[in-house]
T-cell receptor
């Protein structure tokens, strides 16, 4: 089965610019997650979707970050405007709701963002 | 709120020796526990999980982990370390009351020296 696809793999932008990341989850996985992993730290959940609805976005900095999953499949995460501290790897993961115990979570390779 | 603690930023072990990477957790309800490994410039790779059943779980690359409910721990172990095991290891927890949300620890860097 195809994995979780993310693009781009790398992105360098200047502070105050905008950037968007794209994620295509595994087919049939209704739950989709965006994580932020700052260098040397564990991934931190930014937002969780189930289909096209938001389950948890309590740790999403909503003044600059936004995410959508309009058709319940692909998702985009946007940062506008970017700050230096947003430099991180942005990971997308997906799961089949209710089956995490059996099938776990599948992670994409991530997008490495550098803000200069 | 659920949480994971990995008390060691780095673990050093000699090749051929046993290794242990520690993890403790807090979650409401029954825990689902995971270990992931991350190599430089690579994504997270699943190693093993505990959902229910036998407290000793075996996973990929010869790794195993022991679930201890009373100590709320899920330590990762391997009987004989290899140089290729050098990587960043993350413990994560979800739970049957957690809405499927997966929470990670801060990670432990494992250095296996010849």
């Amino acid at each position: 089965e195809a994995g979780v696809a993310q693009s781009p793999r790398y992105k360098i932008i200047e502070k105050r610019q905008s950037v968007a990341f794209w994620c295509n989850p595994i087919s049939g996985h209704a739950t989709l997650y965006w994580y932020q992993q700052i260098l040397g730290q564990g991934p931190k959940l930014l937002i969780q979707f189930q289909n096209n609805g938001v389950v948890d976005d309590s740790q999403l900095p909503k003044d600059r970050f936004s995410a959508e999953r309009l058709k319940g499949v692909d998702s985009t995460l946007k940062i506008q405007p970017a700050k230096l501290e947003d430099s991180a790897v942005y990971l997308c993961a997906s799961s089949f709701p209710g089956s995490e115990a059996n099938y776990g979570y599948t992670f994409g390779s991530g997008t490495r963002l550098t803000v200069v | 709120a659920q949480s994971v603690a990995q008390p060691e930023d780095q673990v050093n072990v000699a090749e051929g020796n046993p290794l242990t990477v520690k993890c403790t957790y807090s979650v409401s309800g029954n825990p689902y526990l995971f270990w992931y490994v991350q190599y430089p410039n690579r994504g997270l790779q699943f190693l093993l999980k505990y959902i229910t059943g036998d407290n000793l779980v075996k996973g990929s690359y010869g790794f195993e982990a022991e679930f201890n409910k009373s100590q709320t721990s899920f330590h990762l172990k391997k009987p004989s370390a290899l140089g290729s095991d050098s990587a960043l290891y993350f413990c994560a927890v979800s739970g049957d009351n957690a809405g499927n949300m997966l929470t990670f620890g801060g990670g432990t860097r494992l250095m296996v020296k010849p």
